[in-house]
């Protein structure tokens, strides 16, 4: 199973960005998906979570600004970042809870490579 993220990059304060993430490979069922994020010295911390019935969670830091959304058809996971400000640099990784077959009794959890995302001042 493969998690690849996409939509990082620069942008100004203020400003809003939209990560996507989707999994491939050999993939019977998703549960949960969220999202993570590690600042420079800092230590990896969690942002958000989407089980796959939709229901959410948020960090304190994130919350009403940060929406976490998916879709199950493209087993895709979506991080729609609005008022961003410095604070939000980071390097962002999806994560995601997979069944690779029916019979597998616990899901496997698997991350992504990381996308950048810098927010200037």
């Known amino acids: 199973v493969q998690l690849v993220e996409s939509g990082g990059g620069l942008v100004q304060a203020g400003g809003s960005l939209r990560l996507s993430c989707a999994a491939s490979?050999?993939?019977?069922?998703?549960?949960?998906m969220g999202w993570y994020r590690q600042a420079p010295g800092k230590q990896r911390e969690w942002v958000t979570t989407i089980t796959s019935g939709g229901s959410t969670n948020y960090a304190d830091s994130v919350k009403g600004r940060f929406t976490v959304s998916r879709d199950n058809t493209k087993n895709t996971v979506y991080l729609q970042m609005n008022s961003l400000n410095p604070e939000d640099t980071a390097v962002y990784y999806c994560?995601?809870?997979?069944?690779?077959?029916?019979?597998?009794?616990?899901?496997?959890?698997?991350w992504g490579q990381g996308t950048q995302v810098t927010v200037s001042s």
């Open positions: 490979g050999s993939i019977f069922s998703i549960s949960a």
């Open positions: 994560n995601a809870d997979v069944k690779s077959t029916r019979v597998q009794f616990k899901p496997r959890n698997y």
